[in-house]
């Protein structure tokens, strides 16, 4: 017996390794190298000898991993989620002065019902202060304190956006 009657063993456990790896990361590069080793198994059965098993296993890795990973990817990445969230979520958000903003200090309760530390943006060139019950949008977040600027839009007791008098 010679080590060609056992490669399709050796091809079994690449493939199962590779994929194994490729659960762990997730990238598709061993995804690819795994369909490669399947091309040096299926060489492998039709009698091909051993170097050209891997050579068939090496150049279809190859192959798949530079012209069909690219756009496979890209197709798996276009369906995420438009929805913002975390910071991205809150600017741009309306909310109502609590306790009077200032350029240094202050607090407003945001449209989804969170009270934040807030301070008037620096190119502010309105008020110097903002009164409660004055309606603000979010410009930034920075760390804990949300920016907050002076909203041209009010939005009515009844949820019905309306404009402001200003």
């Given amino acids: ?74 197709v798996l990445r276009r369906g ?9 979520a809150l600017i741009g958000m309306g909310g109502i002065v609590v306790s009077t903003v200032s350029r240094t200090t202050g607090q407003v309760k945001l449209a989804i019902g969170e009270t934040w530390t807030s301070r008037l943006a620096q190119p502010h060139t309105g008020p110097d202060e903002l009164v409660p ?11 804990a304190t949300a920016v907050v600027a002076p909203s041209p839009v009010s939005s009515g007791a009844d949820g019905i956006t309306e404009r402001s008098a200003s």
Avoid: C
Wanted: no cysteine; hydrophobic share 65%.
């Fill in 1 to 74: 017996m010679d080590i060609q009657s056992f490669a399709w063993i050796g091809w079994l456990v690449l493939i199962l390794i590779f994929v194994v790896i490729e659960m762990l990361t997730l990238d598709l590069v061993f995804l690819m190298i795994a369909v490669g080793s399947v091309g040096g198994l299926v060489s492998g059965a039709f009698g091909a000898p051993w170097w050209l098993q891997l050579l068939i296993a090496a150049a279809l890795s190859i192959v798949l991993v530079f012209f069909i990973r690219p756009p496979l990817l890209r």
């Fill in 80 to 88: 995420g989620d438009p929805a913002k969230s975390n910071v991205a």
């Fill in 133 to 143: 019950g004055e309606h603000v949008v979010v410009v930034s977040i920075e760390g």
